[in-house]
């Protein structure tokens, strides 16, 4: 068997293939496996798969249990290590082959059942997950498989592993029998051609980094990269290359260069703490030419996410830098557990509210199959950090995707991937129906106000501008001004404050909604928390009623931290501010100083908020999605 780099076609493209004008001039590759049976890279051989696929009736079973889209979700228990800081106390057990246990002392065990709980070797793991996926590709489907738990949890070691042979981990795995299994077709396909390309990015601090980027002469970061959306591509991250791979001597190369720079600190519970989740994205296209009876050609997308770990400040030793890093990760984990939760409650998904959970959004709830490996210590210590990562896969237990099979050629194969499309664009429309009446009660907001407007004086020159056109009678009147932002730019953004009652830290990074789509693409960064009267972490809750029954009659504190806006028009950087109300305390807007010249203006804003006694009430209300509402305004 042959692999080429095929003739330009636009952009280079690496195929397999069984042409003999292409095969002529091309020295053969080593075969990858001696195995020549379908069977070996697609069905279980060890004897948990086996018992999973006969558990599910067989492989039509199976097969159904696929279709049926719920994300499948697999616990694994890793050995101690160094990790648990001395720790020899067990209290996590896998009991059975599908539930797990966690004790805790004076409580009633945690127990539920998953897809697999893992407590064994890497070839058993990848032969559950990983040729399930294999399976799924090769069929056409979009793929997802994402690592969570704690830092230090072995998340890296499941998908990455270490070295050769029996450690190596799921994605190496993956990557060598895509190439055995598409081997095994081209020798029973002649008229098959495939191809397959490899891209790798990590989100560290919300931003989107190229791992295979090279860097120049005096380079020191790699270069942020934007997440764009279009009707025809979906969501994508612009100017990320792309790399057509031909043997896994190739893809071997790009996953040393793209974890050589990878952000990775140590810290008390890991000497090598990925700062950052990274992704994978693998694009698999099988084509017939010419086209086949009963064949069709397939497109599928396969994202293999490694998540940066969940971390306690108190157990890592975090400081400066790296704790900033904690509570970046810290918080596009929460908004990942969000998203999860809001399927269990039946609710729309906050899937823009991270990049990470953009980026990902097919795979919850979307066009894709998705696997979930949740990592698990066992250290008895960990308990409250296991019990947190088995309620996220609890809840992504509840999603169901609409998985459809890509064609690659349009036709009948295309029909689910445009139900899909239409799936979106009608909750895309629904989302917009909203933000027009967020606007309309706004603008009926400000039309109140006109008779008695407020005191401009601190706007100086513009707002005697703004008067003038008025007195003039000119045609645009005083409420419309202030809606489009003609004489300066208004954007509006909203914040709930449930993690705050939830006692978890969360950055964010807010879109700022604006009337003139020409200002499109601001942004404002707000950092809020729960304050504690000594320097221990706040106590954390995994859903709101325990934590409005654990906090009632108590006091609570707060702070919310204007950190700094992005995006700003650069003709509106005359003078910058930001003020927001919360209704509930304060009642007036509060408001940061007056930044000059910058297009990211920096405020580093903070203010404490106090309540003497929790009320049931005022935490059903912090967690509504408009607790605060904030205006970035710019002057020309």
């Known amino acids: 068997?042959?692999?080429?780099?095929?003739?330009?076609?636009?952009?280079?493209?690496?195929?397999?293939?069984?042409?003999?004008?292409?095969?002529?001039?091309?020295p053969a590759l080593d075969k990858i496996g001696a195995e020549n049976d379908e069977d070996f890279y697609l069905m279980p051989t060890t004897e948990r798969g086996i018992a999973f696929m006969e558990r599910m009736g067989g492989e039509k079973g199976a097969k159904k249990a696929a279709k049926d889209g719920r994300v499948q979700v697999n616990v694994r228990i890793r050995p101690f290590t160094r990790a648990d800081q001395g720790s020899t106390t067990q209290a996590v057990f896998?009991?059975?082959?599908?539930?797990?246990?966690?004790?805790?002392?004076?409580?009633?065990?945690h127990i539920a059942s998953y897809d697999h709980c893992f407590y064994g070797e890497q070839y058993e793991v990848y032969d559950c997950i990983g040729k399930p996926m294999l399976r799924a590709a090769f069929e056409g489907y979009n793929v997802t498989l994402f690592a969570y738990g704690q830092t230090g949890s072995g998340k890296t070691h499941s998908i990455m592993g270490y070295g050769t042979g029996e450690e190596e981990g799921i994605l190496p795995r993956y990557c060598k029998n895509i190439l055995g299994y598409s081997q095994l077709r081209l020798e029973n396909e002649p008229a098959l051609t495939v191809r397959l390309s490899m891209t790798f990015v990590e989100l560290y601090n919300e931003q989107i980094r190229d791992l295979l980027e090279k860097k120049k002469s005096g380079q020191k970061m790699?270069?942020?990269l934007q997440l764009r959306q279009d009707a025809k591509k979906g969501i994508f991250i612009e100017n990320v290359s792309i790399h057509t791979v031909m043997n896994w001597q190739r893809i071997e190369?790009?996953?040393?260069?793209?974890?050589?720079?990878?952000?990775?600190a140590a810290t008390n519970m890991n000497a090598t703490s990925s700062r950052s989740h990274s992704i994978i994205i693998m694009r698999l296209l099988q084509k017939y030419e010419p086209a086949q009876p009963g064949r069709k050609d397939l497109e599928s997308v396969i994202h293999i996410v490694d998540l940066a770990g969940s971390e306690r400040q108190s157990k890592t030793g975090a400081e400066g830098q790296q704790l900033a890093e904690a509570n970046n990760i810290n918080s596009s984990l929460v908004t990942l557990g969000r998203v999860l939760a809001s399927f269990g409650e039946g609710q729309r998904p906050p899937l823009r509210d991270s990049k990470l959970t953009r980026l990902l959004s097919d795979s919850f709830g979307g066009n894709s199959r998705t696997w979930m490996l949740a990592c698990l210590s066992p250290a008895a210590p960990n308990v409250p950090e296991t019990i947190s990562t088995l309620n996220y896969a609890s809840s992504a237990k509840k999603i169901v995707n609409k998985a459809s099979v890509n064609g690659s050629g349009g036709g009948a194969a295309d029909s689910g991937k445009v139900k899909q499309l239409q799936m979106e664009l009608a909750?895309?429309?629904?989302?917009?129906?909203?933000?027009?009446?967020?606007?309309?009660?706004?603008?009926?907001?400000?039309?109140?106000?006109?008779?008695?407007?407020?005191?401009?004086?601190?706007?100086?020159?513009?707002?005697?501008?703004?008067?003038?056109?008025?007195v003039a009678g000119g045609s645009v009147s005083p409420a419309t001004q202030q809606m489009t932002g003609g004489l300066r730019f208004i954007g509006r953004a909203k914040l709930s404050l449930k993690n705050c009652v939830l006692g978890l830290t969360e950055y964010n990074t807010l879109p700022l909604v604006v009337q003139d789509p020409e200002h499109d693409g601001a942004a404002l960064i707000i950092n809020t928390w729960q304050v504690t009267g000594n320097d221990k972490d706040p106590e954390e809750f995994s859903d709101l009623p325990t934590a409005i029954k654990a906090?009632?009659?108590?006091?609570?504190?707060?702070?919310?931290h204007v950190i700094s806006a992005e995006g700003i028009p650069e003709k509106f950087t005359n003078k910058v501010f930001c003020r927001y109300v919360f209704q509930k305390k304060?009642?007036?807007p509060l408001k940061t100083e007056e930044i000059s010249g910058?297009?990211?203006?920096?405020?580093?804003?903070?203010?404490?908020?106090?309540?003497?006694?929790?009320?049931?009430?005022?935490?059903?209300?912090?967690?509504?999605?408009?607790?605060?509402?904030f205006e970035v305004i710019g002057f020309p």
């Open 1 to 26: 068997i042959f692999f080429s780099e095929l003739f330009f076609r636009r952009k280079m493209t690496t195929v397999f293939t069984n042409d003999p004008k292409v095969r002529a001039n091309l």
């Open 94 to 109: 896998n009991d059975g082959d599908f539930t797990v246990k966690c004790e805790s002392p004076g409580k009633e065990p």
């Open 222 to 224: 790699l270069t942020e």
């Open 253 to 264: 190369q790009l996953l040393a260069l793209g974890n050589s720079q990878r952000t990775v």
């Open 427 to 470: 909750e895309r429309m629904e989302r917009i129906a909203e933000l027009e009446e967020e606007v309309e009660a706004l603008r009926a907001k400000v039309e109140n106000r006109a008779a008695n407007p407020p005191d401009t004086s601190s706007f100086g020159a513009v707002g005697a501008t703004v008067r003038r056109s008025s």
């Open 551 to 560: 906090l009632t009659g108590k006091r609570i504190d707060f702070c919310v």
């Open 586 to 588: 304060e009642g007036k």
């Open 598 to 629: 910058s297009t990211e203006p920096k405020w580093d804003y903070k203010k404490r908020f106090a309540w003497s006694e929790f009320t049931p009430d005022l935490g059903e209300y912090l967690a509504k999605d408009n607790v605060l509402t």
